[in-house]
């Protein structure tokens, strides 16, 4: 399970899929503004969704919050994905109910497939987390710190 903006954090999901996931639950609360307007928030999350559901050979439920509030418009859009990343149900705009039938030999098959997980070298990511983790950060600007710290 990881929750709206754990999603944008590639490491986390990388995480979560070499801890031994078969299935990603994802609740998230997206509205439509966001993010700013040059960014399209639901085509957005379609392609994460997709991707992860590809790259790790997993399906993946996504579950998206639906109307207005303050400034906000939520605009639902669950999905349920197999584990190619084929779009099995979505959501329109509104509440609803979305299932679909997962079938795990696919994951199987996804898994053997595709070399994201099969072939993960946990002890290469540790030992490059390790090496950089003093020297790389989000750079301050970035955050908007005028302390010209960088920041992990």
């Not at 999350?45 to 439920?61: E, K, N, Q, R």
């Not at 979505?90 to 098959?109: N, T």
């Not at 595709?114 to 983790?133: F, K, M, Q, Y």
């Amino acid at each position: 399970l990881l929750i709206c903006a754990d999603l944008w954090n590639p490491a986390l999901t990388h995480l979560a899929f070499l801890h031994g996931a078969t299935l990603l639950i994802s609740p998230v609360s997206s509205g439509v503004e966001a993010v700013g307007a040059e960014f399209d928030n639901p085509k957005g999350w379609a392609l994460t969704m997709a991707f992860y559901s590809m790259m790790y050979g997993a399906p993946s439920i996504m579950v998206n919050r639906v109307g207005v509030e303050n400034d906000l418009t939520f605009w639902g859009g669950s999905r349920i994905l197999d584990p190619l990343g084929v779009e099995l149900a979505i959501a329109g705009d509104g509440e609803e109910i979305i299932d679909a039938v997962l079938d795990y030999d696919r994951v199987r098959l996804a898994r053997r497939l595709l070399p994201t997980v099969r072939d993960s070298n946990i002890g290469l990511v540790h030992r490059e987390t390790a090496r950089l983790i003093d020297r790389l950060g989000v750079p301050d600007f970035i955050r908007g710190d005028v302390s010209g710290q960088r920041h992990a």
